[in-house]
C-alpha cells in the first residue's frame, strides 16, 4: 500500500490547478488522470473574466496556448440578432493544460496519465491502492469521489462539441451562439473562432429529449470532425468538503450555469482548495475552510448565473416572436 498527504483523481484544469499550488507549497501529492493525454471532455475553450481575484494570468502564470480575444458575441434567435460587447479570450485547452502539467513538474509534483481510478473505500483509491490522508475529487460531473462521498449529485445536462475548418460566412473576430426552442430547448448551440478552425458545440440541461436537436445541428455542420459528448453540471454547487477530501469543478457543480463555463471557476477553486489543505495538513484548520473561501469569492456569481440560466430556459422554449421581443429588451441592457 501507499500513502500520500494528498491523492488528486482528475485532471483538467480544477485538478492540475490544485496540484500546481500544493506543489508550490511543498505539500507530497500524486495526481491520477484516467486518460492518457489531456483535454478529454468537451468544451468551447473560452475564458470568461469576472471580476474575482486571482484571475486567470495570476494562476496560469503563463500565456502559452492564449489564441486571441474576442470582443464581441452575436446571439442569434430566428431571424433576429443580438450583438452583445462581450470580452472574453480563446485558447488551446490541451496546451493550456500541457502547460500547467509542466509546471507541476518542474515544481516536483507527480502527475500519472493512464490510471483510472475505479473505486474508493474511504480514502483509499482502487486499484492503484494508495490511502490519502487527503482525496481531492477532480474527476468530473460523474464524480467517484463524489458518490463515494455520499454528496448528492448536481443536476446533469450534456454538451457536443467538434471542430469545423472554415465558417465562411462568419467573422473570425466575433463568436456566435444560436438560441431558441428551433435550435434546442434549455440550452444553445456555439461557434467559436480558434487559431485554424472553429470549435463549434451544441448544450442543454435536457438530456431526455435532446438527440433531435443534435442529429438537425450535425446536419447543418455535415463537415464537423472529432465530435465529443460529455456530462455538464446546471445547478448550484454541491457540498464540496468533508472530513478528508474536497470536491473541485465539475464534480462540485462550480459552472456558470448560465453560459456553461467552468474554465475559470474551476482553477479559482482549485487555488482555494490547496490554500485550505495546506492549511488543513499544517492542523490550523478543518477542510471547511475550503468552502468559505470558494463561497467569498464565488457564491454570489453561481447563484446569480442561475437565475440568468432559468430565464434563458424559459425563453428557449419560447416562440419564435416572444424571442425576437426579448431580443430588443436585451439590447437595450447591453449595448
Request: with cysteine; hydrophobic share 40%; aromatic share 10%.
Amino acid at each position: 500500500m501507499e500513502k500520500r498527504d494528498v491523492v488528486i483523481i482528475g485532471g483538467g484544469l480544477a485538478g492540475l490547478t490544485t496540484a500546481k499550488f500544493l506543489a508550490e507549497k511543498g505539500i507530497d501529492f500524486v495526481l491520477l488522470e484516467e486518460d492518457k493525454s489531456f483535454f478529454k471532455k468537451p468544451c468551447g475553450e473560452g475564458i470568461l473574466p469576472i471580476e474575482v481575484e486571482p484571475n486567470f494570468f495570476d494562476l496560469y502564470g503563463s500565456k502559452a496556448g492564449i489564441e486571441g480575444e474576442i470582443n464581441e458575441v452575436v446571439m442569434m434567435i430566428g431571424n433576429g440578432t443580438l450583438n452583445l460587447p462581450i470580452t472574453f479570450f480563446m485558447m488551446d485547452k490541451k496546451k493550456v493544460e500541457e502547460e500547467i502539467a509542466r509546471q507541476i513538474k518542474k515544481l516536483g509534483g507527480e502527475i500519472r496519465l493512464g490510471e483510472k481510478v475505479e473505486s474508493v473505500d474511504g480514502n483509499m483509491v482502487y486499484p492503484q491502492n494508495i490511502k490519502a490522508k487527503v482525496l481531492v475529487g477532480a474527476d468530473g460531473v460523474r464524480s467517484i469521489v463524489r458518490r463515494s462521498k455520499r454528496v448528492r449529485s448536481p443536476k446533469i445536462g450534456i454538451g457536443i462539441e467538434g471542430h469545423v475548418e472554415e465558417l465562411e460566412e462568419f467573422e473570425k473576430e466575433k463568436a456566435y451562439i444560436w438560441f431558441g426552442r428551433d435550435i434546442v430547448p434549455n440550452g444553445y448551440a456555439w461557434a467559436f473562432p480558434k487559431k485554424d478552425h472553429w470549435n463549434i458545440g451544441i448544450g442543454s440541461s435536457n438530456v431526455k429529449n435532446f438527440r433531435p436537436y443534435l442529429e438537425r445541428f450535425k446536419s447543418r455542420f455535415s463537415d464537423i470532425e472529432d465530435l465529443r459528448g460529455a456530462g455538464i453540471p446546471f445547478s448550484l454547487p454541491v457540498k464540496t468538503y468533508g472530513k478528508d477530501f474536497v470536491l473541485v469543478g465539475d464534480s462540485a457543480s462550480q459552472i456558470m450555469t448560465s453560459v456553461g463555463a467552468g474554465n475559470l471557476t474551476s482553477m479559482i477553486c482549485g487555488h482555494a482548495a490547496a490554500e485550505a489543505i495546506f492549511d488543513h495538513l499544517e492542523g490550523k484548520c478543518s477542510l471547511s475552510r475550503y468552502e468559505y473561501i470558494w463561497k467569498k469569492r464565488l457564491e454570489k456569481l453561481f447563484c446569480e448565473s442561475l437565475m440568468i440560466c432559468k430565464l434563458a430556459e424559459i425563453l428557449s422554449r419560447a416562440n419564435t416572436n416572444l424571442s425576437r421581443a426579448m431580443i430588443k429588451i436585451m439590447a437595450k441592457v447591453f449595448t
